[in-house]
């Protein structure tokens, strides 16, 4: 006869019995009595749980459109639909992950470089040094809280892109302004 393996709360170390309110990490299953979750220790996260030891492998993803849908009004052409659905699935790669991907995967499909640079004054230069790890360049790089005005992005280039800043709340001195950096044809042409 084979002994049933009782699950334990990875908090108090009791044993979870059926019939109890549970939260399971999202990434490796240990449970949580629910009334053992501090919000302190363990992380909850876009409707997951994540214990302590997993916090850190919660994807951080930003979709202001996920709320937007109830289940039975989703028309599957709808753009905005189109567009949560690929902001819920983004996710976060290193740059020896792009590297060795890009020439099989990548190369036959757009692929969007995205950066929040915090103050383009103080961040650009690191920021553009950054992107030279990577041993391709991308078709869009697109940088948020720019913090400028247009008539300033003359300062503020990517060798062999052409660059498009939009204008910044003129009410805000952080945390706005968008720029958007098209790979130059020529370049492409080149390669």
């Keep these: 006869m084979t002994a ?12 979870v019995n059926v019939g109890q309110s549970i939260n399971e990490c999202n990434v490796c299953d240990r449970v949580i009595h629910t009334k053992c979750f501090d919000k302190k220790t363990y992380t909850f996260f876009e409707n997951d749980f994540y214990c302590k030891d997993c916090d850190y492998k919660a994807i951080k993803r930003y979709n202001p459109f996920k709320d937007d849908f109830e289940n039975d009004e989703i028309d599957e052409n709808d753009d905005i639909f189109s567009f949560s659905q690929i902001l819920s699935s983004c996710k976060p790669h290193k740059v020896n992950e792009i590297n060795s991907s890009y020439t099989d995967v990548m190369k036959d499909h757009m692929s969007i470089f995205y950066q929040n640079i915090d103050g383009a004054k103080s961040n650009f230069d690191t920021f553009v040094s950054s992107l030279e790890r990577f041993t391709h360049k991308f078709p869009i790089i697109a940088i948020a809280e720019t913090n400028i005005c247009p008539e300033q992005g003359n300062i503020y280039q990517i060798s062999d892109y052409t660059p498009k800043y939009q204008e910044k709340m003129s009410e805000k001195s952080k945390g706005t302004g968008v720029a958007l950096f098209k790979l130059t044809t020529q370049h492409i042409l080149n390669k």
């Design 4 to 15: 049933l393996i009782k699950e334990v709360c990875v908090h108090c170390a009791e044993s």
